[in-house]
């Protein structure tokens, strides 16, 4: 059966894994991707993402184009609306072709996905297996009955609940790659992987507190080391690429797996690396195996210095010390870190952010990503929205990330120039009307650009600049 996968942003892992188990099984598949440019959640900007990027219509016009008999879409709530027009389109101009979405936002909102008459189906669930029984049944003209396959009939929709979860995740086969090295050939410089699936913790802000919920039981499942080696051998052969970054959610957990997995990372594939921790797991000696091993960079999330908020609101537990200790143990490893922090959480003072900013001069990080605290669907976050906001953000329709008007927005302005500042300017403009300017262009992407220039910035940020010198390769080329 011909499968056509419309993706777009940036690589998407969960695509390739889909991708892998459907050639494995015999199907033809063809991705059309987006490049999404200026309308990433970093290089945003209106005027040019409307210049450099193609409508919902011509995106749909690409996907006829290969003649699909299946086009699956892989939707988060900030991509949903502009997924759902391209699907509108599609089906417009070929009624035949069956629609399928997956991804978080259908999975957590498959009823509301499937009200759109041009949606077939919606995979609700982890897709391995379902979304390849479905292609199976469909190739086979069997009906359908699949678990976490919902569908219509008769204008009435089937609810075949949630699909299995993959306990043991060494029987999927390796994320297909191919699907993204041959159209998008920079994402193979930086070799992205997953070791497990799930996180152990539950943060209300977080797509795990959805999917627990929907679970039930729900935690981390990790591959085995020998099996996460046995990719990284081939993609060293494959792709050669300058470094690792595993993608996890939560990377530094479980100390038995790391210690056993670190040791066969170092002797057979020994590559510069990324990944992610939690403030309360991090120790001496982990900092010290990570660093042997060729760790370089981490990613930590801080999100507030308010303790009160963080656990009631959050459902963080870590104190604010365990964060102090966290931050000291990383300053004094010598592996570079950026911290991850979140803004207009309600209950946060400005003397709370004032204090984060103090904490992170005395840190200094490689980098502090500030994001505004999002309303995601089924978070533990809904009961501090109201109904016209929900309804809003359950079709799409999300609050801009940009912080306007924050009566803090010269200290976030602050976090984006700490690692390009000395302390005493940075304590200086504190507060100063020069410094609460709205420009994600100074605050945000110089500072980056320089990181990069300087070589400090992670490894998943230097492919922005290598992405975005595609758009001009392009346009040269024209
Ligand atoms: S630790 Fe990270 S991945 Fe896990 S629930 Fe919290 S925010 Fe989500």
Not at 51 to 67: G, P, T, V
Not at 104 to 113: D, N
Not at 138 to 143: D, M, T, V
Not at 293 to 312: A, D, H, P
Request: charged share 25%; aromatic share 14%; hydrophobic share 40%.
């Amino acid at each position: 059966m011909k499968v056509v996968f419309f993706l777009r942003g940036f690589e998407n892992l969960g695509a390739e894994y889909i991708s892998a188990i459907l050639k494995k099984n015999g199907h033809e598949l063809s991705i059309v991707f987006s490049e999404d440019f200026f309308d990433d959640g970093i290089f945003d900007n209106f005027y040019l993402k409307n210049c450099f990027n193609m409508n919902a219509k011509q995106n749909a016009e690409r996907i006829l184009n290969d003649s699909p008999e299946i086009v699956l879409f892989s939707s988060m709530t900030d991509t949903i609306r502009k997924d759902l027009a391209v699907a509108f389109w599609v089906k417009r101009m070929n009624n035949n072709i069956n629609i399928l979405f997956g991804g978080i936002h259908p999975t957590l909102l498959p009823e509301r996905v499937l009200n759109y008459s041009f949606v077939d189906f919606v995979c609700v669930g982890e897709g391995e297996k379902s979304v390849s029984k479905l292609i199976y049944s469909l190739s086979k003209g069997i009906p359908i009955n699949i678990k976490g396959i919902w569908y219509k009939q008769n204008g009435k929709i089937i609810n075949t609940g949630v699909s299995d979860i993959v306990e043991n995740l060494d029987e999927i086969p390796f994320a297909d790659k191919g699907i993204f090295s041959e159209i998008v050939p920079e994402f193979m410089h930086y070799y992205r992987i997953i070791t497990g699936r799930g996180c152990p913790y539950n943060c209300a802000f977080c797509a795990h507190f959805s999917l627990r919920k929907l679970y039930g039981k729900y935690g981390l499942r990790r591959r085995s080391p020998k099996n996460v080696i046995a990719e990284l051998k081939l993609a060293k052969k494959k792709f050669n690429p300058k470094a690792v970054i595993f993608e996890d959610d939560l990377f530094l957990y479980d100390e038995e797996w790391l210690i056993k997995f670190l040791q066969e990372y170092r002797e057979k594939i020994s590559l510069p690396f990324q990944c992610t921790a939690y403030p309360s797991c991090l120790s001496e000696n982990i900092l010290n195996m990570l660093k042997n091993s060729g760790c370089r960079f981490i990613e930590i999330g801080v999100q507030t210095l308010n303790e009160k908020v963080r656990k009631k609101i959050l459902n963080r537990k870590e104190t604010n010390h365990e964060i102090f200790t966290s931050l000291k143990l990383l300053k004094n490893s010598g592996i570079k870190f950026n911290i991850f922090h979140i803004t207009d959480i309600p209950g946060v003072l400005r003397d709370d952010e004032k204090k984060a900013l103090e904490l992170y001069l005395w840190a200094k990080p490689s980098a502090i990503h500030y994001v505004r605290l999002t309303y995601y669907p089924n978070t533990g976050m809904r009961y501090l929205i109201d109904e016209k906001e929900y309804v809003n953000i359950c079709d799409g329709r999300l609050k801009s990330y940009e912080i306007i008007g924050d009566e803090n927005i010269d200290i976030y302005n602050l976090f984006g120039l700490i690692c390009i500042l000395p302390k005493k300017i940075i304590r200086f403009l504190l507060g100063k009307k020069l410094i609460r300017l709205n420009s994600n262009y100074i605050f945000k992407i110089f500072p980056s650009t320089l990181c990069f220039l300087t070589g400090r910035a992670s490894y998943s940020m230097r492919i922005y600049p290598l992405y975005y010198l595609r758009l001009v390769k392009k346009l040269f080329l024209k």
